[in-house]
């Protein structure tokens, strides 16, 4: 039940974009969590801690030795959004003044400020690695852009 590679990828719900076929991923080797954008939501942090706790019952702790993969693209259909400020501040559980914060038009800022988010969030497990990684539709190239950030 629990990903053999002890990793779990955060990634968007765009079909142009497959964790599985991008990674070279077998069935069972990471669970893939995938939303609009790929993004940090409170219901995000909801199912990571879920999982946490899923783990725990199966005799596992989440922690070192697992990775955590936020996984943003190119031309994501989030941006179409931008015209909606009041739903997205809504579905990020953010006041509209937030909005700005999350650079949700750019997705290298974007992956920074979600993997910050994640680093600072009590419910996810001290430990964990995390990785920000941008998909380039147009390339078809993954960049790191923030290597292995180990949560404190």
Known sequence: MLPSLKTTILACVDPRVDPGD?????A???AVIRNI???VFPSTLQTLA??????KLNG??????WNLIVLHHTDCGINCLAHSPELLAKHFGVEMSGLAELAITDPY???AV????????PQLAAGICITGMVYDLATGKVDVVLPNQTKP
Not at 22 to 26: D, K, N
């Open 28 to 30: 069972g080797e990471a």
């Open 37 to 39: 954008g790929g993004r």
């Open 60 to 65: 596992e702790e989440v922690g070192p030795g």
């Open 50 to 55: 879920m999982l946490g706790m899923v783990a």
């Open 109 to 111: 800022q974007s992956v």
């Open 114 to 121: 979600d993997v910050t988010a994640l680093k600072a969030n």
């Open 22 to 26: 991008l990674f070279g991923l077998a």
